[in-house]
């Protein structure tokens, strides 16, 4: 059943870019002008997983699947590959990056398979010719960046290179607190964002530590403001007040309200 589908998926797409019948704005696109696209649907499946919205979860994933199919397809136009090339890739890349699985290496934890999985990659990138051999290459930099700091540490932490419990990370972070009010009284700009920068990539090993992934906690904030300043918002207007009119105080006693009253 799943193969029927995916065959009318791919025709689908191919009847899209067709260069007589096709959709005109499908025809249009390239590799470089999806990408916004791809992105967003990526957003939009953890959005659903993360407001437990699963109803809906089979419509964002198919989202994201046209996505890839849409890749393909302009490469096979191309000459380049097909969607059953992408398939083989991944296949072939899952199996050799789980030899506990696949093949009689044996893993202890879910630390040794992390380490493993990390040293595969490495020699998959020395096998593709990668002369430099750093832990860190191959660390995409297009990736937002709490993302890209998560990824940093956790590849550093398996060499051993990380704080021995989260006191350390904790203390840091409270270093570079006090360096960014330091930067704000004194410094330039670029002294206040380098400092702030430093102070995000402390939270996030914060967070690494106690196994919190950042992005989603990030966005767990975000939507708990947008929840609270729209409840702010409810309240002004059953109070027949204008938001903008408010002075800050009576804008906290909202929030203060809202907070108690929804969490």
């Given at each position: 059943m799943s193969s029927e589908y995916l065959r009318e998926l791919l025709n689908v797409m191919a009847q899209l870019r067709d260069p007589e019948r096709g959709c005109v704005w499908d025809k249009q696109q390239t590799y470089q002008s999806i990408v916004p696209h791809t992105?967003?649907?990526?957003?939009?499946?953890?959005?659903?997983?993360?407001?437990?919205?699963?109803?809906?979860l089979p419509g964002e994933l198919g989202d994201l699947l046209f996505q890839v199919v849409f890749y393909a397809q302009i490469a096979k136009e191309e000459g380049r590959f097909d969607f059953d090339?992408?398939?083989?890739?991944?296949?072939?890349?899952m199996i050799k990056r789980h030899p506990h699985v696949?093949?009689?290496?044996?893993?202890?934890?879910?630390?040794?398979?992390?380490?493993?999985?990390?040293?595969?990659?490495?020699?998959?990138?020395?096998?593709?010719?990668?002369?430099?051999?750093?832990?860190?290459?191959?660390?995409?930099?297009?990736?937002?960046?709490?993302?890209?700091?998560?990824?940093?540490?956790?590849?550093a932490a398996n060499v051993g290179y990380d704080w021995p419990d989260i006191q350390g990370p904790i203390e840091k972070l409270e270093e570079e607190f006090e360096e960014v009010k330091h930067a704000i009284i004194e410094g330039t700009a670029e002294q206040i964002k380098d400092e702030i920068g430093d102070l995000l990539f402390c939270a996030v090993n914060i967070a690494r530590h106690v196994n919190v992934d950042p992005d989603a906690a990030l966005r767990h904030a975000n939507r708990k403001f947008i929840r609270r300043f729209k409840g702010m918002e409810a309240l002004c207007e059953a109070n027949e007040q204008i938001f903008s009119e408010l002075s800050l105080d009576e804008m906290e006693a909202y929030w203060q309200r809202v907070k108690h009253e929804t969490e």
């Open positions: 992105i967003e649907e990526a957003y939009e499946v953890a959005e659903t997983i993360e407001s437990e919205d699963l109803d809906a090339d992408v398939c083989k890739k991944i296949t072939e890349k696949f093949s009689d290496v044996k893993i202890e934890s879910v630390e040794d398979q992390s380490r493993l999985w990390e040293e595969i990659k490495k020699d998959e990138r020395v096998a593709e010719g990668d002369k430099t051999k750093s832990l860190l290459d191959g660390v995409s930099t297009a990736l937002p960046g709490l993302a890209v700091a998560k990824k940093l540490q956790t590849r």
